[in-house]
């Protein structure tokens, strides 16, 4: 330290000290970033398994409601994935939070999560994300969800049973073969719990099913057997109808479409996508974004979207520069532009749902046409 600092008195630091600690009850983020361990893993299928993860006790519980989802990160793999919730958060035991996770063929996370005796490994847990959640309406639930997407689905519906609502539900649910098919136990709960004035119908399709088998329930893709069984045939009108889809990105576009075709209106229409590291990542256009800071809140790592400002490119070179802005580090004046680091976005797309003005998104030009250009 040079004498000059030591000698230093800040006029202000009387007038800081003085200050009370700030209110806990004020919250800068909207994610908690808690660290927990494996509780347990058991096979659900051949290729799906049950994580339950524990956090740890003297962290702030997660919170979380059915349909959202957390992203989990574990010992080897640099990013965290996201996992949509499997449990109505009031059926979990206190700290736990159940995931259904499909092993991917080299998959990092996955791949991890199948090999060897995970119990008691660490794994940080940042959640809760996501808008998917039960409407508050009385309409007829159609539920359509595929392979490890069963995860949303469930935690809604049993978070519907357990409230009681008077709605009718239809869940499909679309695997390859018997297989593939789970869950068998809670469905069962759900069914049983369900309002008594109400109908449930669990409605398993299967795409790969061999001819010859003892299966004699609905074979195909599961949109087309709602669209030629349920909607051409009339067993399901889309009047007081709201469609929640969860499950791979190609089951949901096909499902949407074919619910959009029959004159279901997109505004009742809710999903989840199941996207990963081969999606590209959202871009932030800069020209309506207006800096309310809500992508920030949800952020569940530091650096996937940052404050920048100085955007150039230079001459004809068709790559750009900027300069990271640290908050709390610039003139006070707020010039700058908020830009996706495709490189640490780990791809949760929390940051677009929670973008009230619809400035984020993967549709966006990804050159810094968007973004306040330095001159
Ligand atoms: C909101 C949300 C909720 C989700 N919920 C669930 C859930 O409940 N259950 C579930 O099983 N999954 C869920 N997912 C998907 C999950 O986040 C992971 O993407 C999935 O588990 C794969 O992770 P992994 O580490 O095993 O595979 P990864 O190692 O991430 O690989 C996944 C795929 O991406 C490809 N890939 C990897 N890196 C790149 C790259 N740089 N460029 C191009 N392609 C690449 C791989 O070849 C592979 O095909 C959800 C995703 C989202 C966005």
């Known amino acids: 330290m040079t004498a000059l600092q030591e000698n ?3 006029p202000f630091d009387h007038y800081i000290r003085k200050l009370p600690s700030p209110d806990p009850e004020i919250k800068r983020k909207r994610v908690n970033i808690n660290q927990g361990s494996v509780s347990s893993v058991t ?25 959202q989802y957390a992203t989990l990160k574990v010992p080897g793999v640099r990013k965290p994935r996201s996992y949509s919730f499997a449990k109505a958060p009031e059926n979990e035991n206190p700290g736990e939070h159940t995931f259904f996770i499909r092993l991917v063929p080299g998959g990092e996370l996955s791949g991890w999560l199948a090999h060897g005796d995970r119990t008691g490994e660490p794994v940080e847990i940042s959640g809760p994300l996501g808008t998917f959640q039960l409407d508050p309406s009385n309409d007829t639930m159609l539920c359509i969800a595929g392979g490890s997407g069963m995860s949303a689905v469930i935690a809604i519906i049993e978070h519907a049973a357990n409230l009681g609502v008077a709605r009718d ?37 299967l795409s790969e099913e061999p001819e010859d088998s003892d299966w004699d329930g609905p074979r195909g893709f599961v949109t087309e057997h709602l ?5 051409d045939q009339g067993k399901l009108g889309l009047d007081g109808v709201k469609a929640y889809f969860c499950g791979p990105p190609p089951m949901i576009d096909h499902g949407v479409k074919v619910l959009s075709e029959v004159g279901l209106d997109e505004k009742n229409i809710y999903f989840d996508k199941f996207e990963d590291a081969s999606s590209p990542a959202p871009v932030v256009d800069n020209t309506k974004c207006v800096l309310c800071d809500e992508c920030l809140l949800v952020k569940p790592v530091p650096n996937c979207l ?13 790559r750009f520069y900027f300069e990271r802005v640290r908050p709390a580090h610039t ?12 490189n640490e976005c780990v791809r949760c ?27």
């Open 227 to 231: 669209k030629n069984e349920y909607l």
């Open 331 to 342: 003139s006070g004046l707020y010039y700058n532009s908020l830009y996706i680091d495709e």
């Open 349 to 375: 797309f929390a940051c677009v749902d929670a973008c009230p003005h619809d400035a984020i998104s993967v549709t966006y030009d990804k050159t810094p046409k968007t973004l306040r250009m330095y001159k």
């Open 306 to 318: 940052v404050e920048a400002t100085n955007f150039r490119t230079d001459g004809d070179d068709s």
């Open 169 to 205: 539900c239809y869940f499909f649910y679309g695997a390859r073969t018997q297989k593939d098919l789970y869950c068998h136990e809670e469905i069962k709960a759900v069914q049983d719990n369900w309002n008594h004035g109400n109908k449930f119908e669990f409605i398993p399709v």
């Open 43 to 67: 096979n659900l299928t051949h290729d799906t398994l049950k994580l339950v993860v524990k956090c740890d006790a003297d962290v702030q519980p997660l919170g979380g409601i059915a349909g």
């Open 8 to 10: 230093f008195h800040d």
